[in-house]
């Protein structure tokens, strides 16, 4: 395997008409990676924070995205029973540790809550996005013990908390955030835009692919003002 | 560049070789047009082809050489103009072709700078706006693939067209759609270029127009020659003719 | 797959003939540019994102062998494993022996049109693995033993009466027993049997569409989830990517991402977008516990420093088939291998060779349309032009063609007799003709008069009008 490597790294640079890159060059691109430039940004990912949540849910329900404002984290759990109820689902949920979640009254709700990774059969799962991108009404998830990544896609349902206080308006906001507050990035990062869907059968868009069939956001905005359009 | 209507600029016209031989009204259209717009015409004797045939076909050495005789039989001359985007396309191509030529690559690259298809030379540098033409028909147009894409041809003759009495334009569905001439594809796979063009005759049909024009004359043939085969009552001309009032001549391929 | 692109006027013959085909290519011409372009009239940066576009993969690809060598050094630095293939072989074997070392029996495989390319499920069912398709259409050509027509949407030649034959014939094994109609009911049963596979698999193995120098990570787009279930669930996650994937950072991404699905099918972003970086972590509750990534070369350094060297900008959006229109009227097939329509008409010959794909950079009448809408502008009629060029060197294309055009430039470069022979010809014709202002049949011309009416010439040439003084005369 390493005779396949340095052959084909021989055939590029001989193609590029030079050896290796000088040492001075390679430091050039290596700040390039330690401090990526952004490039152009559309000006839509540019508004003004006071507009960014109004596109954020615009943009997500144009993906067939539900979207279920509430104001206050205490609202959460009565949020997914009736969620849940109108589906026609049991008040059951899979969730992470996410500490968000972990301090609400799931009991007195009347969910039953199971901390794990998702399992076949689950019929609805909770999580807490990191971020929303509201250049196309995007959720940024992290993989990780506080959202098993498996929650985004094996359940049919799939109920995501979104702070309106981490909804940014370019995918570069987004990364620049998990920069600051990670470091790097964990095993996957889910960028997810609507439920799953497929247009293979004769060009006609049907949901639920393979991933949830529903994707419903609870944005969590302290001002109801501001999750109102 | 800027019109200078008040000068007369030696403008040499490239005929084409399908204008030379299947339908010289066109080229005497075209000089019809250029000496209302005040230029001084000439054909120069060198011209036979511009080289599209063998550049297409992959044969440089032969699409250089034609190319070195165009450019030598243009010399000296303020506009060369043809009434083919296509055409003028591989004029302008020659600047890349000779690039590696030092005797020609400058030579190549004026000539690109002051090669022009014909109504775009007319509304763009002549500064033309109307024709005293008539040409009571509902027309459709054709927007042959070198001139919109490579040339920006789409506003110009339907501009002029407007200017003409009596005339109709009605849009057709896709006009900008390849009608599946394409040089020498149209024999070496037709049945797929008689798919595109059986599909874009259709689209003229559909138009609601009788009179279907383009720019480019191996498009209007293929076009033309389908409507026949078809046994349509559509007709088929170069907008050059329409736009220079030169319609008695019957249109292509009928007798 | 075997190429069978020697066999393109045959089987574009066939597609032309073939009715439901035809149907479904009608549903992609109408669809697709006009979602594409509902999507880009909404995004006023289009355009000069593409030109973002083009310059960032020529910067990659200037300095192809950096960043190959940097994301190798950061996939590692994650616990992960790069392998390096020249070729389908070496690629095939990687596959394998990460695939034996964990006993694997079935693996998932999300799109990969690499994968195609490199026979990977041939060569695994012969080595007593069980590769299982997830993209729905891909799952659906596994079924049927078929290939891929077009890169985005694999199965588009299929109607909704072929995918119930299908699961009809091979969903009984699971239990289900009756035959289907509904979209919607066909899709949910491939659903059901699917996430057994994806729950069962040993081994999961995807594509990327872009590797990333900064991180080490490879990215995903889908809208149906098959590649996430396929990147998470198993022991083990095989990437498969060529080499010229790699682009250097997260930002370059974005720019990528805003160009790719616009210009594939008019969405302002894929559904699930979807960045994998290593292994499982140690606290991770899911998540596979080996991260492989095989770049696959398989012809492609080759075309570094040559005229074909734009090709490699190519994001695999489609967008100049879905405008194309040869390829609207043939449909994939016809291309006999992995990569159709414009995009396939470049890369083949490079892959393949030009003697089994001569037809496709021919098949081309050079519309223009295929550079106007790439989003990273792939001069691609230039570079059909070019391996012209190369059969014209190695007098590939056919006698009587070669024969005709050395004609045509031989007289051409000699006015005085072109004039005669364009003389006599013209007269000819139009006394051929006579009065009808047409032909309908010519020998030596068949390939026109077969379909359509020559139009006769009016009898003289300009030129001879012209020195006769007509029109002004020769001034």
Known sequence: ??????????????????????????????ERLTNPPRNLIPARALAAPERLLGLFRDMAEEAAAGITPLSRESEIPAAVVNWLEAQGLPASIVTGEAPLLSSLAWEAAGIQVQRRAARAGDQAALSVAFAGIAETGTLMLLSGPENPSSLNFLPDNHLVVLAASTVVGSYEDAWAELRRQHGSLPRTVNLITGPSRSADIEQKLQMGA?????????????SLEAAVR | MEPKPSTQPRVGLFVTCLVDLFRPSVGFAAVKLLRAAGCQVSVPAGQTCCGQPAYNSGDRRDAQAIARQVIDAFEGLDYVVAPSGSCIGMLRAYRTLLAEDAAYASRAAALAERSFELTAFLFVLRGVRSVPARFATTVTYHDSCAGLRELAIKQQPRALLASVEGLELREMADSEVCCGFGGTFCVKYPEISNRMVSEKVQRVAASGADTLLAGDLGCLMNMAGKLRREGSALHARHVAEVLAGVTDSPPIAEP | MQPVSHAFKENARR???????????GNLRAGFPSRRAAAIARLPEFDALRDCGRDLKEHAIAHLDFYLEQFEARVQERGGQVHWARDSEEACHAVLEICRRVGAKMVTKGKSMVSE??????????????????????????????HPSHIIVPAIHLNRDQIS????????QYGYN????????LMNEARQVLRRKFIAADVGITGANFCIAETGSTVIVTNEGNGDLTQLLPKVHVVISSIEKVVPTLEDVCTFLRLLSRSATGQELTVYTTFSTGPRRPEDPDGPEEFHVVLVDNGRSQMVGTEFQPMLRCIRCAACMNYCPVYGAIGGHAYGWVYPGPMGAVLTPQLVGIEEAGHLPNASTFCGRCEAVCPVHIPLPKMMRHWREREFERHLSPRSVRMGLAGWAFVARRPALYRRLTGTAVAVLRALAGRSGRLRSLPLATGWTAWRDLPAPEGRTFMQRWQRGEGGGAS
């Open chain 3, 178 to 185: 009756k035959r289907l109609e509904e979209p919607s009911e």
């Open chain 3, 165 to 172: 034959d299908a699961f009809e014939a091979h969903h009984g």
């Open chain 3, 117 to 146: 390319e490199i026979a990977l499920n041939e060569y695994l069912s012969a080595n007593g693995i069980e590769p299982v398709e997830t993209d729905l259409g891909e799952y659906i050509l596994q079924l049927r033993g078929e």
């Open chain 1, 210 to 222: 393979h991933g949830p069939i529903r994707l419903q956001i609870l944005l969590l905005a302290p």
């Open chain 3, 15 to 25: 597609a032309l003939e073939d009715p439901a085909l035809q149907r479904a290519l």
């Open chain 1, 1 to 30: 395997m390493s005779e396949a490597r340095s052959r084909i790294l021989d055939t590029i640079r001989r193609g590029l008409g030079r050896g290796p890159l000088p040492e001075a060059q390679q430091a050039t691109l290596r």
